[in-house]
């Protein structure tokens, strides 16, 4: 057995707290790290791996980083989806008898960053915890550490809901207690990136119970406590910034689940994952980051309530007629700093001078904005004005108390301003005018002796002195100079005045930066007392900064109002895809019209490729979407319903991770919306049945659109290449065909991005392949091959026309079937000409020459004579008329 060195027994006995983590393991100016977390370290940071002696014959494997520059490692470990536990001295070493005692004193996680570049301004940094009960329900709760936002709901689905609610929101880390469902946590992993972590104890810890004062329900307060619980455990210091905890319905927004918000690029691209070019790309305008925060959280929850949407709306319109005082409010915006976050690092404790300096500046912006928003002259801009608190007593606080361009660190002094407090004052006197006070002493006390030769000196052994030589001694007044060196020639004095001053002078430093850190952690306990105010602050500023946002983008890009139908109604006049224009920069976009109502719910889409089918759908989504959020939307005019969801199949990508082919996961994403879709959704399915054979493919999505419409009724947008689905116009009473046009010109397509009613007269395939550029002898062979088919296609249709019409008797007329089997019966039996007639159903040979049948054709013929139509069904006539068919032919 190892006998290990006692420090080395210290890290051990922590780190086994602590498995999941790397031990950042405080020594001297640096935190080391030892054994295993040293080697996976020394790879992840590419920092030198070392070793050292620590009782045993081998050398333990060691690596550190220095403790001022520890901040940039741990932040790449946490990105990268690790935890670092920070173990720090406890005591002083001093002091210590033996090892120094050392505690960890935070654990750092993806979920609970407070502060880094990995803590995007605009992103909130989510952490969430799924809690199971007995009888199949979730509770699902989320938290923002760094702005104290606490949410939970109780979800009564599948956990695949629950699944897509932690996609939604794009957790970092996910808490569940160690027997959470493996199967879960595997398919979790598989959808995102997040890093899952383990909590056992769900009562309410003491500190947290006042946040739970709406929360009257078990589970909830169940599921909300795992989450803190967790919080309080790994972070191990005040939380006072935590809001109270809000209980939120899924069905109070437009449902997007994770794929639809995907397909519809919301927030981020397919291919990039990235912002630009995303829905939010386009939108963002906002000055502040909580306001960007805020953007993100709309999209992602569109509004149910009419009277919320119309009431974002009439301040939307607000701001668009108040030019000026927008212009204003936006250059004030940029001013404000993310409050939200201040707030946070005020109460969680590594808040800076220059912290405080941003919320002192942010601060002095609210009277304005106040005035700005007042001016607007409306009872909704009233009200938002009204919530606006410049909370006067921080920004008098801290216009006293900090300077205008502090340091960084809150231990180095220079931080407080001058007049603010008498003592600090006084040590910063001493040492500004130290040597001014010395030279002055030393005049006064030759004026008082009458020695010329007294000096003021100084030396680091005895300090401040005043020098008399020994022959002017008795010039000394008694009594009041106390020796403190004799030399050879002459004596060193100290007078009260000198030995009060030398304390002041030499100590005013040290004491200075002491004191200036006590100011200053007074200042910020004051500042606490306030969070509540600056959050409720927050959230009205960044309401208004989106607001202005929205009114910006209209305005730039000619958006208008939207009107709500109660009747189910979309009326879109010359509407566009909003992403795409922007995009298009500058050049026309071709907008489009979109009508649906109740004798109109399903649009079949046709057209060929890269004709804009697919982007036509996405418009009339992302507009519903716009109009949701309480923005305005591209169009010339806007009718449009209040969708409680949206579902989308547009685009196709195989999860190759989870095993599911393209054509799975497109027959999953089909059979969502089915079963969820209500007739108030709205659903969008580009080229179903793409994935499989043409038949499968055809009668699949003829029997989607069918479903949809009979049992549904959702306003459906159907884009398809299977252009015999076309037909369904006949038969399906609410839909409607309708294509994007294009035309040839030279032998070459031209796609003119225009929705116009009917179907498509061709896919123009082989067109797209030219304009990709495919080698000219592959156009040419593909042009022949096309021709081929088609004439061969015309034949078949000639030979098959009857039966194809027997067919279709057979499905829908039983007793027209039997009609036109027995009158093919009777005319097969009279002339040869007849005959040859009957037989052209099925192939197109030679007529036979009269009485010259063969055997086998007169064994077919009296199997014919034989045959009892009247008692056959149509599934057996079709069987015996493809086998008759079948003999023939051979």
């Known amino acids: 057995m190892v006998v290990y060195t006692p420090m080395i027994q210290q890290y051990i006995q922590v780190k086994a707290d602590y498995q999941d983590a790397f031990l950042f393991f405080r020594l001297g100016d640096f935190y080391e790290m030892f054994f295993e977390d040293a080697v996976k370290a020394s790879q992840e940071l590419e920092i030198t791996l070392t070793s050292r002696e620590g009782g045993g014959e081998a050398r333990i494997p060691m690596c550190g980083v220095p403790y001022h520059s520890a901040a940039s490692y741990i932040e790449q470990l946490v990105e990268r989806g690790y935890k670092v536990a920070i173990c720090e001295q406890t005591e002083d070493p001093k002091q210590a008898k033996g090892v120094v005692r050392r505690e960890v004193v935070q654990l750092i996680t993806p979920g609970t960053m407070m502060e880094g570049k990995g803590l995007h301004e605009k992103e909130n940094n989510y952490i969430a915890a799924i809690t199971t009960f007995d009888d199949g329900t979730f509770g699902f709760a989320y938290n923002d550490l760094s702005t104290g936002e606490n949410k939970v709901t109780i979800l009564n689905g599948q956990v695949e809901e629950v699944i897509n609610e932690l996609a939604l929101l794009g957790a970092k880390e996910l808490v569940v207690s160690a027997s959470f469902n493996e199967a879960w946590q595997r398919k979790i992993r598989e959808r995102m990136t997040v890093t899952i972590s383990y909590e056992e104890d769900e009562l309410i810890h003491e500190s947290y119970q006042s946040l739970f004062c709406d929360i009257n329900e078990d589970k909830p307060r169940t599921a909300m406590a795992r989450l803190l619980n967790y919080l309080h455990r790994t972070q191990k210091r005040s939380l006072g910034h935590l809001q109270p905890v809000s209980n939120y319905q899924i069905y109070q927004h437009m449902k997007i689940d994770y794929y639809s918000k995907r397909n519809l690029e ?6 990039s994952k990235g912002k630009k070019g995303s829905l939010l790309w386009l939108l963002d305008e906002t000055k502040t980051a909580m306001g960007g925060r805020l953007l993100k959280q709309w999209i992602d929850r569109p509004l149910l309530d009419k009277t919320a949407i119309e009431t974002r709306l009439i301040m939307v319109e607000t701001f668009m007629n108040a030019y000026f005082e927008r212009q204003e409010l936006r250059d ?91 003592e600090l004052d006084t040590y910063r006197d001493a040492m500004r005018n130290g040597k001014t006070w010395i030279a002055q002493l030393e005049r006064e006390e030759r004026e008082k002796t009458g020695i010329k030769s007294l000096k003021v000196g100084y030396n680091r052994v005895f300090g401040y002195y005043i020098e008399v ?28 005045e000198l030995k009060e001053k030398e304390a002041l002078i030499l100590q005013a430093e040290e004491k200075s930066m002491e004191l200036e850190y006590q100011l200053f952690s007074e200042i910020r306990e004051h500042v606490k007392e306030y969070i509540p105010r600056l959050q409720a602050l927050a959230k009205i500023v960044s309401e208004l900064d989106v607001l202005q946002c929205f009114a910006t983008i209209s305005e730039e890009r000619h958006y208008v109002k939207p009107v709500f139908s109660d009747e189910r109604r979309i009326m879109l006049k010359e509407g566009r ?154 038969e399906l009473e609410r839909l409607t065909n309708i294509h994007v046009s294009a035309i040839e010109q030279n032998g070459k397509v031209v796609f003119l991005h225009k929705i116009k009613e009917g179907p498509a007269d061709k896919s123009y395939g082989i067109h797209v392949a030219q304009l990709a550029q495919l080698p000219s002898s592959l156009i040419t062979r593909a042009n022949e091959i096309l021709a081929a088919l088609e004439q061969q296609d015309i034949k078949l249709q000639r030979k098959e026309s009857d039966g194809l019409e027997l067919r279709e008797a057979l499905v829908e007329k039983p007793s027209t079937v039997r009609e036109a089997t027995e009158k093919r019966i009777a005319s097969a039996s009279t002339t040869a000409g007849q005959e040859a007639a009957q037989l052209s159903l099925f192939d197109d040979p030679v007529p036979p020459k009269k009485n010259q049948w063969s055997t086998k054709e007169k064994r077919v013929l009296d199997q014919i004579k034989e045959l009892d139509i009247l008692d056959m069904t149509p599934m057996q006539a079709m069987n015996i008329l493809y086998d008759l068919h079948k003999r023939m032919r051979s």
Do not use: W
């Open 469 to 496: 030589t020994k022959a002017n001694l008795h010039l000394l007044e008694e009594g009041r100079y106390e020796r403190k060196q004799t030399l050879t020639n002459a004596e060193r004095f100290i007078t009260p």
């Open 577 to 730: 895809h909003p992403v795409v224009e922007k995009v298009m920069n500058g050049d026309r976009y071709v907008p489009n019209d979109c009508l649906m109502h109740n004798e109109q719910e399903v649009l079949l889409i046709t057209g060929p490729n890269m004709s804009g089918k697919s982007t036509y759908m996405r418009q009339i989504a992302l507009t519903a979407i716009l109009a949701q959020i309480g923005c305005y939307v591209p169009a010339e005019e806007a009718i449009l319903p209040i969708f409680d969801q949206v579902f989308t199949r547009i685009g196709a990508a195989d999860d190759l991770i989870s095993g599911q082919s393209t054509f799975m996961v497109e027959m999953l994403e089909a059979k969502n919306a089915i079963a969820n879709a209500t007739k108030n959704s709205l659903i969008l399915f580009d080229e179903i049945g793409r994935g499989t054979s043409t038949y499968d493919g055809m009668a699949l999505a003829q029997a989607i659109i069918e479903y949809i419409h009979d049992h549904i009724g959702a306003k459906t947008l159907f884009s398809t290449h299977y252009h015999e689905l076309t037909v369904l116009e006949d």
């Open 266 to 271: 919301l927030t981020e691209t397919i291919r």
């Open 332 to 422: 004030k915006l940029k001013e404000v700093y993310d409050l939200e976050r201040l707030a946070g690092r005020v109460a969680f404790g590594n808040v800076s001078a220059r912290d405080l300096v941003q919320l002192r500046r942010s601060l002095q912006q609210i009277p304005i904005i106040h005035s700005l928003v007042e001016q607007l002259g409306n009872t909704v801009s009233q009200q938002l004005a009204d919530r606006l608190d410049p909370c006067e007593e921080i920004t008098d606080l801290l216009e006293k108390a900090i300077i205008e361009n502090p340091p960084l660190s809150v231990k180095e002094g220079n931080m407080i301003q001058d007049g603010y407090h008498e």
